[in-house]
């Protein structure tokens, strides 16, 4: 099993909701990371996780919150979020934190 | 100054051809160093890992020169499904000291003619 799974697909959502995107991978990576991407730009890193401990946050806004319940597990906590937060939400998973990266689907939102 | 910085394209290139790409990076601590592929509305997918000896597969090759910060992708007898925009990554050391991440090139996109 080589794969990233990432649920659900697309997420719209308004502004005053709080949603959950959802991150699996089976492969023993210990690290795991969420990343955003905006049309025809590369993938920015939000966060990573290693040994699900959160070690890099970029400077998120606070209104994404994500959690790591275990060690093939990752979620994505949404709460108020803005229209310009609409992206592609990608996960990613390597067996450890320098090692190449494997991406799930990722997660289309929309923020109305 | 770009951490990683790639000639976004398009690269307009008829069937059969060979086509070259080239990235440069910043950080000259940095140890890491892989070439992704990314379809229309698809997520990244890993092409090939770049070593300092350079990497041959299949069609593709890769080289790094560390001295020059420079990496490159070679493609040759280009089919139409290498359509696609290709990125160069570079692992990076963020601050706080131990903890690295993956820092993703703009880009560059290839289009195959037939």
């Known amino acids: 099993d080589t794969e990233v799974t990432q649920t659900p697909k697309h997420l719209v959502m308004g502004m005053t909701n709080k949603k959950s995107l959802k991150c699996e991978q089976h492969?023993?990576?210990?690290?795991m990371y969420w990343y955003k991407q905006k049309a025809k730009k590369p993938p920015e890193l939000m966060f990573v996780?290693?040994?699900?401990?959160?070690?890099i946050n970029e400077s998120v806004p606070s209104r994404f919150s994500p959690e790591c319940p275990n060690s093939s597990l990752l979620n994505l906590h949404l709460h108020a979020l803005q229209p310009e937060d609409s992206a592609l939400y990608l996960c990613?998973?390597?067996?450890?934190?320098?090692?190449?990266?494997?991406f799930g689907p990722g997660t289309r939102l929309t923020v109305l | 100054r770009k951490e990683v910085e790639q000639d976004p394209g398009p690269f307009n290139v008829p069937e059969g051809a060979t086509v070259a790409f080239n990235c440069t990076y910043s950080n000259s601590a940095s140890q890491s160093f892989f070439w992704y592929r990314q379809d229309c509305r698809k997520e990244p997918k890993l092409l090939m890992s770049?070593?300092?000896s350079g990497n041959e597969d299949g069609r593709f090759t890769a080289q790094l020169n560390r001295a020059s910060q420079y990496i490159s992708l070679l493609i040759r007898d280009s089919k139409l499904s290498d359509s696609a925009t290709y990125l160069c990554?570079?692992?990076?050391?963020?601050?706080?000291?131990?903890?690295?991440?993956?820092?993703f090139g703009k880009g560059t996109h290839l289009i195959i003619q037939p």
């Open positions: 770049v070593y300092s």
């Open positions: 492969m023993g990576h210990r690290a």
């Open positions: 996780y290693s040994y699900e401990k959160l070690s």
């Open positions: 990613a998973s390597s067996p450890q934190q320098r090692d190449t990266q494997y």
């Open positions: 990554v570079v692992n990076t050391r963020y601050s706080g000291g131990g903890a690295d991440g993956l820092t």
